[in-house]
């Protein structure tokens, strides 16, 4: 019998790395290892009473229908007024998609947008998502360094650079884009005739600074522009799958064509959950917020003093953006000996495209055990430092 060939499409992927690891984590949790997780911001905190409340009643009444591709009326309903009140932008049903998470959003709408060969611009350091998802579209990413996100109307782009695709607030950094820093996105965007891919994944978790929608700045742009969301981070939902896009009906119509072939609708019960939850008036992101700003604060004056770790302290997001070229620029190392030693898993840098940097969660643990996370690292730098 012959050896099975896998396609050329998919020969040279890999599942992202930091989906590898957190699997890695748990076989090795399921094998009775105590280790500390803080590679995926998975928030510890319960999502909202009317989410769990909806999700229940719709198992115990029987009513886990197939909804329509793009998301249940209800529901589409609930993220039109909510996209009106809180992001200040006007939709009709026919603009929006719900997806299976914001990553799938994402997939669908470079997958509409781009031909194979074309090149999509990118903030670096990037999400890896974002470079595994062209890979498999083969398009090429053109990453712009954050630091150069002030003056990027000065960067020049070819005639295959057809999409702009950004976060924001920033993961891995946390930074929340000023006014002055959109609009020259904007401008960007306009003057290389790109279309925009926002996503705005983390726009409840904003500690400091004003978190802008960027197609609230310039309504002539929103036909060339998609907008995506996640309750994932704003409602502690990682497990639920649930996200949404809002764009032209021509672009929200194509990314439904394309989902209908591979997952159909979102899975109803996440949808009810999630129609409860914006239809509830509460202060649970309020509370969420609250929280894990007291982590962040009270963990970042700890990190502070470990002398080889610069990092500043993040405006939003549930992550600290650690740069450890001081102790060493192999982040990937690091990271494997700090599991190995200390029984800590935290995300090397390199999948972001900046080896020499780690991405620590800390939406994940109570405050008791980041700090105890900290004097591990603090402890784990000093014996590295002696083996180099």
């Not at 009326?73 to 993220?79: D, V």
């Not at 959950?273 to 929280?291: G, M």
């Not at 982040?331 to 999948?351: I, R, T, Y």
Request: proline fraction near 5%; charged fraction near 25%.
């Amino acid at each position: 019998m012959k050896t099975t060939q896998l396609s050329d499409r998919v020969s040279s992927w890999l599942i992202l790395p930091n989906a590898a690891l957190h699997g890695k984590i748990l076989e090795m949790q399921n094998a009775g290892e105590e280790i500390i997780d803080l590679i995926i911001g998975i928030s510890n905190l319960p999502i909202p009473d009317a989410g769990k409340k909806a999700a229940i009643a719709a198992i115990t009444e029987n009513n886990t229908p197939y909804t329509a591709v793009s998301g249940d009326s209800e529901l589409k309903r609930a993220i039109q007024q909510k996209l009106k009140k809180q992001n200040n932008r006007k939709s009709e049903l026919e603009n929006i998609i719900v997806t299976t998470g914001a990553k799938q959003a994402i997939f669908q709408a470079l997958y509409v947008l781009t031909n194979p060969g074309d090149k999509v611009a990118i903030i670096k350091p990037y999400w890896p998502a974002f470079t595994q998802i062209m890979k498999m579209l083969k398009i090429e990413p053109l990453p712009i360094d954050i630091d150069d996100v002030a003056s990027i109307e000065k960067i020049i782009v070819d005639a295959k650079t057809k999409v702009l695709l950004f976060d924001s607030p920033h993961n891995p950094s946390g930074k929340v884009f000023t006014r002055q820093e959109l609009l020259a996105i904007l401008s960007f965007a306009k003057k290389n005739n790109l279309f925009i891919i926002a996503d705005e994944s983390y726009e409840k978790l904003v500690y400091e600074g004003e978190q802008i929608s960027l197609a609230t700045l310039d309504k002539s742009m929103q036909d060339n522009m998609l907008t995506i969301f996640s309750v994932s981070q704003s409602y502690s939902m990682m497990g639920w799958r649930l996200g949404y896009a809002v764009g032209n009906e021509k672009i929200i119509s194509a990314m439904e064509a394309v989902q209908s072939a591979i997952t159909a609708a979102t899975p109803y019960i996440s949808q009810a959950a999630v129609t409860a939850i914006l239809n509830t008036n509460d202060t649970y992101v309020k509370n969420l917020v609250d929280e894990f700003k007291h982590r962040r604060d009270s963990v970042y004056k700890q990190l502070k003093k470990i002398d080889w770790i610069d990092l500043e302290l993040p405006a939003s997001g549930p992550y600290f953006w650690c740069n450890i070229k001081k102790l060493t620029p192999n982040s990937m190392e690091f990271s494997q000996k700090l599991l190995e030693e200390q029984k800590v898993a935290v995300m090397p840098g390199d999948p972001f495209g900046t080896p020499g940097w780690i991405r620590i969660a800390f939406n994940s643990q109570p405050i008791s055990v980041l700090e105890d996370v900290v004097r591990r690292v603090a402890h784990f730098g000093k014996t590295y430092e002696k083996k180099k």
